[in-house]
């Protein structure tokens, strides 16, 4: 199975919401774009764009847009988790995403209400939650998850921590030596 | 945001009733690619999308860069909006040509002179000839226009000789209104057209056979059927709505069915009638453009522009909405069904689900707009008394300014010239003339844009002249009385205005009647002292609330005349740097004008003010005459200052 995290750079996100139609078709029955829009019920999606208004760095006094996808951080001590009364939600090793047991849950939405960044919704039916699961099946199948593959500017992308960590490491020694160069 | 628009907004919001503002926010955040310009769903190999960023895709399936994709959108949006143009100046052809014939119910024609001048401008015999065969031979001519294969629209022959040879040497000469449609919609196939700047051009081609042909047709035609406009005063606004009357409000852009409402309305069998429904008369009233087209000649009071389309019905009292076609939204549909208001289709082109037809024709004009106005009486009594919000807030206005008008206002009715306006402009009274106009969108504060760049410019003395939706949100602001002169002009323009009795800001009709502006700058230039081209005059151009296909015509034939002009929203090119320069700087060196892409109406006018007095200093013209001293802040700086605290 594929291992990573889910990295997402808001400075490539056009906001086109790919991402969003290539989750819920993940999650369709069909996962075909054309027969999924006349499934019943019909799919959902796990990610959701969100854009916001944020003051430009240089100060000077107008706002720049800011969009970027957003889902489950799948954190390591999950408040989600720690809040769910029936164990419907559960992570069961340090990297395993945060995943759902439909059946569990009972739609109190505590973990709505306790999630920092406001990605697990209700449900079409209103009766459970509803959350990215980082497309456990897609990554057993060795594959990357939908909303990766989707994003046409790589805006969102799947790796390990130490190959980010390695990227950045690298990305800092160019930075200085050409600084020095100038 | 006017207080009529703010009040209905909060009864919407309150009924749980959406409207365009609220479906906005819902499709936030919108696709950058779409914004950029760069999707391409011209064949099924695609869709393609190039990546910005550089990492993802650089070119579609056929290998079309950012640039070509970016261009061949645009000039489709150039395509649409001509044809809407145009489409509209057939009908009011067909109209004039069936008139001509005597087979329609409820139209003469009016505009008498402007026939005769049109007959010899078209070089159709006038003498010892019935008016009926004048007018016949005009339509037939005008008709050609649109289906002509080769030589020139006659009425790019208006434009000054410089003018004339610019577009000849590109090319740019439209050959016939439709065949330059046809031919962007074959340039855009795939594998065809790969230049974006040869894109372009063609784009230009046509853009000028929907300004300088089908539009010039529609105003020209509309003016013979149903007169030429003069100066008439009238009311604006939601307020407009009456609550002991009965209130039919027709929305959209022809003349020709909205112009015999007017007579129906005032029909004394139907107002009586009205009076046995338990109302104490007919009230009508109009939004976008066929609104401007009965304001212009009948008086009759704007109830508002495009995005107070769902407001209007959101009052209750709207007993019938009728239809034609361009800038209806499908919206009104389920929006009727919250309230007792009929909205009525007329258009066999333009048909909403759920919403009743009666078909209009104008073989039969007259009978069917009784028809419809009697369906509005008998919607009266259906009104829900527990729905009804009508606002107070309404208006006064002047309208009905025309390049014919601008002889006669400036010159006195004795010796009708331009000489009074040429010599405001060479003294340094008037710093130039500018035209604005365009849609709303509700991507920026409702009509601030449009109010606020005219105030900054009158402010600077420009004279400012509007059309289409920008002139109903300056009349919502008080700025198309003469007594806004007093208030906001500066004093240059404020001379001119007390002097001839005008407004600071002069209604020049709908949005087809842009070719107005375009006839009354060459006027201008024949008139003398102001160089030899438009695109010499201290004029410019600005859409600061755009938002319609048509509006990407627009902004592309005046460019074309050498109008600069200045967009509040860039035309979605952005994806294509090359593209962009070539609009934003290249297209100067071809016709000697630009478009500049600005958001900020201060910073527009500032963009504006700057390009005037450019041209003034080209000119030579004399410095204006209460103009600060160099090195003293000017009045716009003030104004800048005013807002960052």
Known sequence: MKKGIIEINPERCLACKSCEIACAVAHSGTKNLELSIKEIPLPEKRVQVEQADVMSKSGQGFFLKMAAPLQCRHCEDAPCVKICPTKALTKTHQEEPVLLDNKLCIGCKWCILVCPFGVIKMDRTGGAIIKCDLCIERLKQNELPACVVSCPTKAIKFRTLEETAKEKRKKFLVDIASEKNT | ?645
């Open chain 2, 1 to 645: 945001m006017d207080k009529a628009t703010q009040e209905m907004k909060k009864v919407a919001e309150k009924k749980g009733i959406e409207t365009a503002w609220d479906r906005y926010e819902k499709m936030i955040p919108q696709c950058g690619f779409g914004e950029l310009g760069i999707c391409c769903r011209n064949c099924v190999m695609g869709p393609c999308r190039i990546d910005p960023f550089g990492e993802g895709a650089k070119e579609g399936i056929c290998g079309a860069t950012a640039d070509i994709i970016a261009a061949r959108n645009l000039v489709r949006m150039i395509a649409a909006g001509a044809a809407s143009h145009s489409d509209h100046g057939r009908d009011v052809a067909h109209t004039l040509l069936a008139t001509s014939e005597g087979k329609t119910k409820g139209y003469s024609i009016k505009g008498k002179q402007k026939l005769y001048d049109l007959a010899n401008e078209l070089n159709v015999k006038t003498e010892n000839r019935k008016i009926e065969e004048i007018a016949h031979d005009v339509a037939e001519k005008c008709f050609a226009e649109f289906g002509q294969q080769h030589g020139e629209l006659q009425f790019t022959h208006r434009a000054p000789v410089k003018r004339q040879e610019i577009w000849r040497k590109n090319k740019f000469t439209p050959r016939g209104i439709d065949r330059e449609i046809v031919e962007i919609m074959h340039r855009t196939h795939i594998g065809v057209d790969n230049d974006h700047e040869n894109l372009i051009k063609q784009g230009i081609r046509a853009s000028l056979g929907d300004g300088w042909g089908g539009s010039m047709i529609a105003t020209d035609l509309s003016d013979v059927i149903f007169g030429i406009p003069e100066p008439i005063r009238s009311i604006s606004n939601l307020g407009v709505l009456k609550e002991d009357e009965v209130n039919l409000v027709v929305h959209g852009h022809e003349p020709t069915l909205s112009d015999v409402i007017v007579s129906a309305a005032t029909d004394k069998e139907l107002i009586e009638l009205a009076k046995q429904y338990g109302a104490k008369g007919i009230n009508l009233a109009g939004i976008c453009c066929t609104a401007n087209e009965i304001l212009m000649r009948h008086g009759i009071p704007l109830a508002g522009n495009f995005l107070q389309q769902e407001l209007a019905v959101i009052t209750g009292v709207v007993d019938l909405m009728l239809v034609d076609v361009q800038c209806v939204m499908p919206a009104l549909s389920k929006l009727q069904s919250c309230f007792h208001t009929k909205v009525i289709s007329t258009s066999p082109k333009a048909k909403f689900p759920g919403v009743e037809h009666v078909e209009f024709s104008e073989e039969e004009a007259l009978p069917i707009a009784k028809k419809i106005v009697r369906m509005a009486i008998e919607n009266y009594k259906n009104r829900k008394k527990e729905l009804v919000n009508i606002p107070k807030e309404k208006m006064e206005l002047v309208a009905g300014f025309t390049s014919e008008y601008v002889f006669k206002m400036l010159g006195g009715k004795y010796r009708s010239t331009y000489r009074p306006l040429n010599d405001a402009i060479i003294a340094g009274r008037i710093r130039g003339v500018v035209g604005i106009v365009g849609c709303n969108n509700p991507k920026i504060k409702y009509d601030w844009a449009h109010i606020t760049l005219a105030k900054e410019l009158i402010k600077n003395d420009v004279l400012v002249v509007v059309t289409g939706c920008s002139a109903m949100a300056d009349a919502k602001a008080g700025l198309l009385v003469p007594e806004a002169a007093k208030e906001y002009a500066g004093k240059g323009l404020q001379e001119i205005c007390e002097a001839v009795g005008c407004p600071p800001v002069l209604h020049m009709g709908s949005c087809v009647d842009i070719s107005r502006i375009l006839t009354t700058l060459c006027n201008v230039v024949s008139e003398g002292g102001l160089g030899e081209d438009i695109s010499d005059l201290p004029v410019a151009a600005a859409a600061p609330e755009w938002m319609s296909e048509k509006a990407v015509s627009i902004g592309f034939y005046a460019v074309a005349s050498g109008i600069y002009t200045v967009l509040g929203i860039p035309f979605p090119i952005l994806g294509g740097k090359e593209i962009t320069e070539f609009v934003t700087k290249g297209l100067e060196n071809i016709v000697g004008a630009n478009f500049a892409f600005e958001s900020d109406p201060i910073k527009a006018a500032e963009l504006i003010i700057k390009h005037l007095n450019k041209k003034r200093e080209a000119l030579k013209l004399k410095p204006m005459m209460y103009e600060p001293p160099v090195g003293a802040a000017s009045p716009v700086e003030n104004k800048n200052e005013k807002r960052n605290n």
